[in-house]
């Protein structure tokens, strides 16, 4: 059966014109003519009976079609290059994974240990790119995910990695000296927060004893990977997983003020597609994965 589908010479064409807002810099873009483009974007049209542009005197705008239709031309174009070029990369052999991770988590635990894993394994890529929230797989083009949160991802094999304990964390000029101090001093210094965790400094006082406390005060930050710098610069105390830490703490660059640790009730967990649970790549991946997982577990316990 024949698809449905416009040439992709066609689609370039109108992607590009999309994207300027203009034949002629389409034209440029393309090494073509601006005749060739209106040519090849009259041509689209006329496939898809749909006016994508709207053509005022020497203007033109894209239509609510069109930009509806560049929008997901754009993505595919994208999708199937991204694929072209694997394939080019590793001459049809090995795999690619993509990987979505969360983004501190990325930068601060998985990278560092994926030199070993390419040693071990140097016919799989891992192409990574970071997500925050849970998504549908079907929607983009990643085959796993390291996710944060409660064991639930509707349409996933959920696979436990480990969990988490946060400690509070700062600048050792702020302590004056001192190595510890108490609770009740700690609600009294600036509070650096971790925006999606907006909760955390609640429960660590909660779970300390000490009541009282305006929690909510003091600046936030998006993403973990922006608190830890902050707190290093004495802007505050910031509450943090340990694991995130552990090099700062062992140079020096950061101190854990009261030795109290805020045991999450959430945990990290590898998440893909329950229709990829036979691909080969993830299977190989999976494995090292838990065997770094386990490494780490161990190291904590100790």
Known sequence: MRRKIPGTELLIAFETAA????FTRAAEELSLTQSAVCRQIS?????LGVALFNRIKKRVTLSEAGQLYARQVRENLNRLEHDTLSL??????GGVLELAAIPTFASRWLIPRLTDFRAHHPGIS?????RAEPFMFNDTPFDAAIHFGDPIWPGAVIEYLFGEEMVPVCSPD???GRVLVEPQELATMELLHQSA???AWRQWFEMVGVSGVNVMGGARYELFSMLIPAAQAGLGVALVPRFFV????ASGELVCPCPYALRSKRAYYLVYPEDHAGSASLQVFSKW???QAAAYRETETN
Do not use: F, N, P, V
Request: net charge negative; glycine share 4%.
């Open 19 to 22: 994207r300027h807002q203009s």
């Open 43 to 47: 041509a689209l049209e006329e496939y």
């Open 88 to 93: 080019m990369a590793h001459r049809g052999a």
């Open 126 to 130: 891992i192409d990574l790119a970071t």
């Open 174 to 176: 702020l302590l004056k």
């Open 197 to 199: 965790r907006s909760d």
């Open 246 to 249: 552990q090099k700062e703490i």
């Open 289 to 291: 994965l838990h065997e």
